[in-house]
């Protein structure tokens, strides 16, 4: 069992910066996926990005150049840092570990993100 603590959100000006963190408990936290996700009002969750127990990135379209994923194996920790904010990235930012092989899949309760002037 992997449970999910997101943190570092809330309100910024467009252009800002924001670091988001999730701390996952559990054992073997560097044999998951982790990813970022984001869902607001009236659409779908979607990828924002990923990285695997390798360290193999993936990013939205959208968020490509602005964002970057990272993980700290060592404090069970993977990081969002969000730069060049716009008011199109506000959403809920949703933490999930991924183990295929095992086919576990845990989610965060999420951070709330808002970038307004």
């Known amino acids: 069992q992997v449970q999910l603590v997101e943190s570092g959100g809330g309100l910024v000006q467009p252009g800002g910066s924001l670091r988001l963190s999730c701390a996952a408990s559990?054992?073997?936290?560097?044999?998951?996926?982790m990813g970022w996700y984001r869902q607001s009002p009236g659409k779908q969750r979607e990828l924002v990005a990923s990285?695997?127990?390798?360290?193999?990135?993936n990013y939205a379209d959208s968020v490509k150049g602005r964002f970057t994923i990272s993980r700290d194996n060592a404090k069970n920790t993977v990081y969002l840092q969000m730069n060049s904010l716009e008011p199109e990235d506000t959403a809920v930012y949703l933490c999930?570990?991924?183990?295929?092989?095992?086919?576990?899949?845990?989610w965060g309760q999420g951070t709330q993100v808002t970038v307004s002037s």
């Open positions: 990285i695997t127990s390798g360290g193999s990135t």
């Open positions: 999930r570990a991924l183990r295929s092989v095992t086919m576990e899949e845990y």
């Open positions: 559990g054992s073997f936290f560097s044999l998951y996926t």
